[in-house]
């Protein structure tokens, strides 16, 4: 069984490589790469598999899934500079992949249960832009 929960913060970020030139990253990542930064309001799905407890009914307290998931991700990402305000964005680009694969590191370790596990980290970057990350698997 799959269970989803939905959450949304607002960050800004900027697409640019330290290691390479502004020309250099305005070839690469086009206007994204705007040192003033530009904002998304993000919309993160994250995904559990497992079977629902015999007691409860629940793969996964929902309760418990949404403070994970404010505490890791919400609290930290929210009206931040990613760049700046973030790390690893300090030195990692704030792609949407990359920002995605950090969610998954951040939510993992956090979310554990007998039957279930997390399945998929999934980001939406605007309305018809996402991601779905699944922990390299």
Known sequence: ???????????????????LTP??????????????????NYVLEVTIEGEPDPVTGMV??????????NAEVV??????????EVPPFDR???????IA???WKRLEPKISAPQAQLKNVRLYETA???VDYGGGR
């Open 1 to 19: 069984m799959l269970l989803t929960r939905k959450a949304e913060f607002s960050a800004s970020h900027v697409c640019a490589d330290p290691a």
């Open 23 to 40: 020309a250099e990253n305005r070839a690469l990542y086009g206007s994204n790469a705007n040192p003033h930064g530009h904002g998304h």
């Open 60 to 69: 996964f307290d929902l309760r418990k899934l949404k403070e994970i998931i």
């Open 75 to 84: 609290e930290r990402m929210d009206h931040r500079f990613l760049n700046h």
């Open 92 to 98: 990692v680009v704030p792609t949407t992949e990359n």
């Open 101 to 103: 694969s950090e969610i």
């Open 128 to 130: 018809d832009l996402y």
